[in-house]
């Protein structure tokens, strides 16, 4: 039987939030090293997100292990942009995008799939809004302190 309760958060998170549970810091937790590169294999709009993505988070949120999970959040996205827009070529007033046999358009599912994804990986990557109102990223430049050097980095 697996473990119970809710996933426990990497150790850089819950120092970012301020460690709200005061449960003691794991100091030996590994840490990924290394800035993740854009693979080549992205499409187009998938490299276009990662770019955004990158340029919009603090440094070192995301590492070099986190790779493939955004590199599979980036063609979600990029998946999704492409049935929405041929959804949108064919869209009716009411909305019934219907393919010829009178069946559903499968770029419904299609879409639904894709946002799924997104969204899951979007709250490991701490990427949606929810996951990021918990973090305090400090101002690291603010010089002394009289708790400088209390912690060890």
């Keep these: 039987m697996?473990?119970?309760?809710?996933k426990p958060k990497p150790t850089g998170l819950r120092v970012l939030e301020g460690n709200p549970s005061r449960r003691p810091i794991n100091h030996e937790e590994p840490r990924p090293i290394g800035e993740p590169v854009c693979p080549e294999h992205l499409s187009d709009d998938g490299k276009a997100i990662w770019r955004q993505i990158m340029d919009s988070l603090p440094p070192g949120m995301i590492a070099a292990a986190d790779t493939p999970l955004l590199a599979a959040f980036c063609e979600a996205w990029s998946t999704h942009k492409a049935a929405t827009e041929e959804l949108n070529r064919d869209r009716d007033?009411?909305?019934k995008n219907l393919a010829p046999a009178g069946k559903p358009s499968p770029y419904i599912k299609i879409a639904s799939e894709?946002?799924?994804t997104m969204a899951t990986l979007a709250t490991r990557l701490g990427l949606s809004p929810?996951?990021?109102?918990?973090?305090?990223v400090g101002d690291h430049s603010k010089g002394n302190t009289r708790w400088k050097g209390l912690i060890a980095s």
């Design 130 to 136: 929810a996951d990021r109102s918990g973090l305090k």
């Design 93 to 95: 007033l009411l909305g």
């Design 2 to 6: 697996g473990k119970r309760g809710p």
């Design 114 to 116: 894709a946002a799924r």
